[in-house]
């Protein structure tokens, strides 16, 4: 086994050291009835050569996203990543070390968290940001929690524009009843949410750009929230909007949470991703997860370590803010990383050509008879109708190699409003010739259908 | 200084303190916003014209604050960073309960084979028949291993998996009328994670006492079991590093009074392929891909933590899961009759999926039933050296996959725990786990896992040995100002915490000191 260092030899010598006669002594306090007496009906060991022929038969059973056009988003994005990223997080020292609980010999992953906070906050416009969450969806269902306990009121109002995917997780959180209020979709971007805040109103979570691709009004909603003493959640999915749109800070948001997958790190299938959080300064003693604060060392050296650890669970346990525990560490890192090679210039560069292609997108779709846009606002997503059911017109252009979006019913099957709609996104990487083939595709599938 | 003919020095003179006060090797590197500026880019993008306003009047205002650098510069900064941290690859890491095992590269190699990474989590079902056939193998392997009937792959973490579990219980319970179920069972020696777990799904958490051999008395679970419990979340192997001997009896006792059993598999490295937990009557039990199956700790994260349940609790999984129907494997994405709903968007980690069924693979099961046995061989191994000088809590047991010291033997030498372990780091050594778990005074609990070879384990347990001999011997000094050869010496924890700085802040927007 190339992974175990022993020889028989050598653990027969150690056995002798502990004075045991056989390895099954070493497992004499487990009850008899328990130890298996033969070996669990598993393959045997095999070499790296098999056993990458067969993860490589596996790979080649899915349609990559980069083997043809893709217009899917929906919460993760397909961009470019330099090769550095990748490079660097594969360092042994970055890729093999734990947790920095030992500061002294830990001080990288400590001064990258540090410096992947103030990116974070300053991305969001926000005072304080956390050393991240397991994702999006996590992020806002811990900062719906927070905002029960900075209120001390129960009532969460999710607006329709919210991720089905985020609502639905929020919904398992927290359970359904008189005290989470989730609005119906709002695929035409319509205003839902200011007049449900009342006095037990604790917090509304309203994504921007939402889900269907609409920008939203973060100041009114602000206003609305803290003239009753609620709390605005502010919910991103796609981090490079930020490049070009109002941050959340800016605009009134209390928490700022958002998905930075779009940032160093691929899709993944869905995972892992780097869930961000960040808040005002006040609020830091209730927010969950790691952060990592500035201090100096015995010889007056700046250095940093992990710190507020009395709201986390292994030193509060069942008073904690949060079970959270380990994070999205080397996700983390891969966003720095990408965010430093960005930088400001680079940034904004990234968002205008994201929106620049979802310009020529929406006007391509326009093109295309019996397509109606829904969007008057967007950032690099939006949505459309078909005179038709959209999840067999998807399906028919996929077999063509063509991924045309997210039918919405998918997420929402029990809504017949969402039947006839698509979720579209471009990037960076969405090409003229994509655009183009997914007019034409789509045209033809829709004449068929019309026939 | 005496010069040569050319006028250089010959011999060692008083070095200047060098500018950057970190050795050359290892300067202090600046933080990203002390060299990046807002011009500097390490991407080339195009400039472009966007035809139309479509932003709705929410262009950006604020400024942003980005720093950027060149590829070049990035490279540096990264690299220069890295050195600072301790790995697995530059030596060993023994922190008890974290199983820091070797990461094979081929399963980096394969986690980024475009037909795993570059697929998008909503692609038509059609599109990902290789990926739900990856998610329904590594499903095989986990149930085959603990032999239960289903497992839920999508908590993204341990923490993760034991809330997805602890919700099944709850939603089952609450399915057959038990919903006054309020109390949840947890063993001083628990993870901090457990209590906080079942605190934060509105449980109030029961204590259970240890007992003097550091593992739980079923009596003792039968005295706190009532009408109201919930559920039992027990480790095992515990985080004394005992197995529970009494464990089969505590899950009869606690199915006999309508309650769940929670296992926390943390320690499942120990035995994985020697004992399947469903064996001993569990009814959930989550797995850390990131320690038992070998995906890299990252620097904290991204974990991945399915679980697996029980006849009673599979119906109760959250979505989406993978069923196969009719020839081809289909995505069960919206919760019918009693499931869960969701607890992450999308379909959990798949990147970790990959990386975990790659060592399985390569494991074999017969590997993996040997690479437990050399969990707990090297453990005992590393208690039997160590055990006439250092003070075991719980002697006379063979330990699993841990082995667990008390502060016993440092009484009077002015040496504390957090100091012994730091001085280890001058040693070269990553220090143990410490004050974990909290039912042993001064606890360090050593996890070597089966990666390392004897010859690493015996220069640790030399080094302990003489650490502990010059402890013994007064040399206190030593211990109390160590590290003193790490990138830091102690950092002021209680002036981080008493006034936080959490983000970096131009020079120019910090407050001016007083006259």
Redesign the interface.
């Known amino acids: 086994m190339r992974y175990l260092p022993h020889s028989e030899h050598e653990r027969a010598d150690m056995l002798a050291v502990i004075g045991a006669r056989t390895a099954a002594d070493l497992f004499a306090r487990v009850p008899r009835s328990a130890l298996l007496t033969e070996s669990v009906n598993l393959p045997p060991h095999s070499p790296e050569f098999l056993v990458e022929a067969h993860m490589k038969a596996l790979a080649a059973r899915n349609h990559a996203a980069g083997d043809g056009p893709l217009f899917i988003g929906a919460g993760a994005y397909r961009h470019h990543v330099p090769a550095s990223v990748d490079h660097l997080i594969q360092r042994s020292e970055w890729l093999t070390a734990y947790t920095p609980y030992q500061p002294e010999v830990s001080q990288g992953t400590l001064q990258m968290l540090f410096e992947f906070q103030t990116q974070v906050a300053h991305l969001t416009g926000m005072e304080v940001a956390n050393a991240s969450m397991y994702d999006g969806s996590t992020a806002t269902a811990e900062a719906v929690l927070m905002a029960r306990r900075l209120t001390r009121r129960n009532r969460i109002v999710l607006s329709g524009g919210l991720h089905p995917h985020y609502r639905d997780v929020v919904r398992t959180y927290l359970g359904d009843g008189p005290d989470l209020i989730c609005l119906p979709a709002s695929p035409e971007g319509q205003g839902d949410i200011l007049n449900r805040i009342d006095a037990e109103t604790a917090a509304i979570v309203v994504q921007t750009p939402d889900f269907y691709g609409h920008l939203r009004d973060l100041r009114a909603a602000a206003d609305a929230a803290h003239a009753a003493g609620a709390l605005l959640i502010v919910v991103v999915t796609e981090i490079v909007s930020l490049g070009l749109i109002e941050a959340p800070g800016a605009l009134g948001a209390d928490i700022a949470v958002a998905e930075g997958q779009s940032i160093g790190n691929a899709l993944n299938f869905g995972g892992p991703y780097v869930g961000l959080m960040a808040t005002r300064k006040e609020f830091v003693r209730q927010m969950p997860g790691r952060l990592c604060g500035e201090t100096v060392d015995a010889d007056g050296n700046r250095g940093f370590v992990l710190t507020l650890s009395t709201r986390e669970q292994h030193i509060r346990r069942e008073k904690a803010t949060s079970n959270i525990c380990t994070n999205s560490g080397l996700c983390a890192l891969a966003f720095s990383i990408h965010m430093s090679l960005l930088g400001e210039a680079g940034f904004k560069k990234l968002a205008r050509l994201n929106h620049h292609n979802a310009v020529k997108l929406a006007r391509m779709l326009g093109t295309v008879p019996g397509v109606e846009l829904l969007n008057n606002s967007f950032f690099n997503e939006m949505t459309i109708r078909l005179p038709v059911p959209a999840a067999p017109v998807v399906e028919l252009l996929a077999r063509a190699d063509v991924l045309a979006g997210l039918p919405v019913s998918r997420l929402e099957p029990d809504n017949p409003a969402c039947a006839n709609l698509i979720v579209l996104a471009a990037t960076e990487l969405t090409t003229d010739a994509d655009m183009e083939m997914l007019a034409e595709c789509l045209n033809a599938a829709l004449s068929e259908e019309v026939q | 200084m005496s010069m040569n003919t050319q006028g250089r020095p010959t011999g060692i003179g008083t070095a200047a303190p060098a500018v950057t ?1 970190g050795s050359s090797l290892l300067p ?2 600046p ?3 002390e060299i ?8 080339d ?8 306003s ?3 009047g ?5 400024e ?6 060149t ?1 070049p510069e ?2 540096r ?3 220069r ?10 030596g060993m ?1 023994p ?1 008890g309960s ?1 199983t ?1 095992k ?3 590269r ?1 399963n ?3 986690a ?13 079902v ?6 739900l ?2 998610m329904e ?1 590594l499903a095989h ?1 986990l149930m ?2 603990t032999n239960t009937a289903a497992v839920s792959l999508t908590p ?5 998996g ?2 997805c579990g602890m ?1 099944a219980i709850r939603a089952a319970q609450q399915a057959a009328g038990q919903g006054h179920r309020t109390v949840v069972l947890v063993p001083e020696s628990a ?3 457990n ?6 799904l509105g449980y109030s ?1 029961r204590s259970i006492p240890a007992r003097d051999d550091g593992t739980v008395d079923v009596e003792a679970v039968k005295a706190a079991l009532s009408p109201d419990v919930a559920a039992i979340m027990l480790t095992n192997p515990n985080t004394c590093g ?2 529970e ?1 009494e ?2 009896e505590i899950a009869a006792a606690v199915h006999e009074a309508g309650a769940f059993f929670y296992c926390d598999g943390a320690n499942f490295n120990a ?1 994985m ?4 937990p469903g ?2 009557g569990i009814d959930a039990m989550h797995i ?1 891909l ?1 320690k038992t199956f070998s995906t ?9 933590g399915p679980v697996v349940l029980s006849e009673a609790l599979a119906p109760f999984a ?1 979505v989406p899961f993978v069923r196969k129907s009719q020839g081809s494997l289909a995505l069960v ?2 919760a019918e009759a009693r499931h ?13 999926y ?1 990386r975990a ?2 060592y ?12 437990a ?2 969990a ?3 453990a ?2 590393i ?3 160590l055990e006439h000088v250092f003070s075991v809590p719980f002697p006379g ?2 330990c699993m996959h841990e082995a667990l010291f008390d502060d016993s033997f440092l009484e009077g030498s002015g040496v504390s725990t957090l100091d012994f ?2 001085a280890l ?1 001058d040693e070269g050594f ?2 143990m786990t410490m004050y ?1 778990p909290l039912v042993v005074h001064g606890a360090m609990l050593v996890e070597p896992t ?5 010859q690493t384990l015996d220069r640790f347990c030399d080094v302990m040995l003489e650490l502990a001999a010059d402890a013994k011997a007064g040399n206190s000094p030593r211990f109390t ?1 160590a ?1 003193t050869k ?8 209680t ?3 008493r006034s ?5 802040e131009r020079p120019d927007e910090l407050p001016q000191a007083a006259e």
């Open positions: 006060s202090n590197e933080l990203l916003f990046g500026d807002r011009e500097h880019s390490g991407v993008l195009p400039d472009v014209e966007i035809d139309g479509f932003l709705g929410f262009e950006r205002q604020s942003i604050d980005l720093a950027g650098l590829e990035t490279l900064h990264y690299v960073l890295s050195r600072l941290n301790y790995s697995i690859d530059s890491y922190l974290c820091m070797h990461n094979p081929l980096e190699k394969m980024r084979l475009p037909g795993f990474a570059d697929i998008h989590p909503l692609q038509p059609s599109t990902v028949q290789g990926a056939a990856l193998e392997w085959t291993l993204k973490a341990g923490a993760h034991e809330m919700m993870h901090g994670t209590p906080a777990t079942a605190a934060s958490v005992l197995f001997p464990i089969i035995i392929g020697v004992v399947r064996d001993l850390n990131h890299p700790h990252g620097g904290g994260g991204p974990g991945a959250p994405e919206h869960l709903g969701r607890i992450t968007a999308f379909n959990g980690q798949m990147g970790m990959v069924l790659t399985m693979l390569s494991h074999g099961g017969d590997g993996l039933a040997q690479a046995k050399d707990v061989l090297n005992n191994y208690k039997a050296r047991q063979p372990a730091k780091i990553h220090p974990f089966e990666s390392e070879s004897k100002s590290p790490a990138p830091r010496r102690r950092l002021d924890e002036r981080a915490a936080p700085v959490l983000t970096w």
